[in-house]
């Protein structure tokens, strides 16, 4: 069993894990390699629906955690902070709708989702992974 204290580590592997696959997700279909692109974000999806499992946990059991930071440190670690937190929200239907579509071969809709959700389901992974390292090493209280 994986220790409370090792989640927030754990959810930024899987944050980053989601990054490389949506990135190779997006370059297997722009190559136009439909079978690579699909394994690609169906794998991003089980990633992240581990990620929320975790991610869920380990706020129950832990609650928040203040960030150290002082100063401009404070003022960019919260942008990045509400920006992820406002776009994780709305990124989680915009998924499952995307994937949806997919699965009922909606190829027409689900590009046309698509092109709206891979940027900001990259952009939540990425900034996930930031806030992770800004609040846990960057500025971690001593």
Sequence with gaps: MIPISALPTVNAILNSLSAVLLIAGY???????????????MAAMGASAIFLISYLT?????????????????AIYFAVL????????VVLP????????????QFARHAAIARWT??????VSI??????????HIYASR
Excluded at 118 to 123: C, K, Q, T
Excluded at 127 to 136: A, D, E, Q, S
């Design 27 to 41: 370059i297997f279909i722009r190559r136009k390699n439909v079978s690579a692109h699909r394994t690609c974000m």
């Design 58 to 74: 380990y706020h129950y059991h832990h609650g928040s955690t203040r960030f150290a930071g002082q100063s401009m440190a404070r």
């Design 82 to 89: 509400i920006s992820h937190t406002i776009l994780a929200a």
């Design 94 to 105: 915009m998924a499952l709708t995307t994937f949806y579509r997919a699965m009922k071969k």
């Design 118 to 123: 891979f940027p900001v389901w990259l952009y």
């Design 127 to 136: 900034t996930g992974v930031i806030v992770y390292l800004m609040l846990y």
